[in-house]
């Protein structure tokens, strides 16, 4: 009993507490997914790679867990690829890779060790890993 009542309660966070973000993403050809840090780091990728032409845009998960899944599929199925910016290992790579399901491309690119990214290392990585 306590198993199952413990699957309820998972279910209803999933439903009720995922929290995410989401940036000029309506018209993009390509999406940026990332958190903390490397998300406010990539808006300004965002706009240089669109001043150069390159349709990007940000979906930013608020919330790690429940990680949002269905709104990543949802929102990426329909485009060229997405590059997952961290500033860690990798850890959310897997995760996006998952919710896609293998309907878009997934690459990563990031930093350890507290380096930081500069912004035009992320559409350097856009670019080359994706082709955009």
């Known amino acids: 009993q306590r198993n199952l009542h413990l699957q309820r309660k998972y279910h209803e966070i999933q439903q009720k507490e995922v929290r995410y973000d989401t940036l000029m993403c309506d018209d993009a050809d390509y999406v940026i997914v990332s958190f903390g840090s490397a998300a406010r780091i990539s808006e300004k990728a965002i706009e240089m790679a669109r001043e150069e032409g390159i349709r990007v845009g940000l979906f930013r998960p608020?919330?790690?867990w429940p990680f949002p899944s269905e709104a990543i599929f949802s929102m990426c199925k329909d485009k060229k690829g997405?590059?997952?910016v961290e500033i860690n290992a990798g850890q959310m790579v897997e995760d996006v890779r998952l919710a896609v399901n293998g309907w878009e491309r997934v690459e990563y690119f990031g930093r350890l060790g507290?380096?930081?990214p500069e912004p035009e290392e992320i559409v350097k990585a856009l670019k080359e890993k994706l082709k955009a």
């Open 82 to 84: 997405i590059l997952v």
């Open 114 to 116: 507290g380096i930081v």
């Open 62 to 64: 608020i919330t790690l």
